[in-house]
């Protein structure tokens, strides 16, 4: 089957501007996971989603950054008023819910901001 | 809070030469611990784990032993490949559910031959 997709695979923006970024799960996966990666560094935290509702958003940077999972199944993060030091792969994850389920990751959104 | 770290690369070895990454770990309670891969042009992989205190988690040559009196889960391979050459996450999840992961910062392996 279809692993976890991402949309788009790279996009480039202007301080200032909006982006939507998207993140296809694998389908049954209720669990859906955001993370950010720098360059140089390892993915870190954003946002889970269980099911349509953010379980844990404590690590969205702040309020420039929101995501949404209306139908529980396919989520976008969104920036707004985007900052140079936004610049970074943007990583989704999917998993079924239980203790210790594997996150299966997409390949990446990777955003840079002018 | 919740935080892991491994030796910091590059590591630089010879085909069949034997590999160990470190990784120790900082958690309250018991995590889960995982070992991800990331080849080049391509998307985390999930290449062993192991959820309780003395699992060893083993996937193609990969093993890793869950050591609490050490916080550590220290990657191994007998004889490396150069299909090897990937960067290695050492990474942990709160054991109470489905939580978030905490990574380290990775550890950029390359094998020549």
């Known amino acids: 089957g279809a692993g976890v997709s991402q949309t788009p695979s790279n996009k480039v923006t202007e301080k200032g501007k909006y982006v939507e970024l998207r993140c296809d799960p694998i389908s049954g996966h209720t669990a859906l996971y955001w993370y950010r990666q720098s360059l140089g560094q390892g993915p870190e935290f954003l946002i889970y989603f269980q099911g349509t509702g953010a379980a844990d958003d404590s690590g969205l940077p702040n309020d420039r950054f929101f995501a949404v999972r209306p139908e529980g199944s396919v989520s976008t993060l969104k920036i707004q008023r985007t900052e140079r030091g936004d610049s970074a792969v943007y990583l989704c994850?999917?998993?079924?819910?239980?203790?210790?389920?594997?996150?299966?990751f997409g390949p990446g959104t990777r955003l840079t901001v002018l | 809070g919740n935080s892991v770290t491994q030796m910091e690369g590059p590591v630089t070895l010879s085909e069949e030469a034997f590999l160990t990454i470190n990784c120790t770990y900082t958690?309250?309670?018991?995590?889960?611990l995982f070992w991800y891969v990331q080849y080049p042009g391509e998307g985390l992989q999930l290449l062993l784990k192991?959820?309780?205190?003395?699992d060893k988690g083993s996937n193609k040559g990969f093993e890793a032993t869950y050591r609490k009196e050490t916080t550590s889960f220290h990657l191994e391979k007998g004889s490396v490949q150069v299909s090897d050459s990937a960067v290695y996450f050492c990474?942990?999840?709160?054991?109470?559910?489905?939580?978030?992961?905490?990574f380290g910062k990775g550890t950029r392996l390359s094998v020549i031959a």
């Open positions: 994850a999917s998993s079924l819910i239980g203790l210790g389920n594997e996150q299966f």
């Open positions: 958690a309250t309670g018991y995590p889960s």
């Open positions: 192991a959820t309780k205190a003395d």
């Open positions: 990474a942990l999840s709160d054991r109470t559910g489905n939580t978030p992961l905490v």
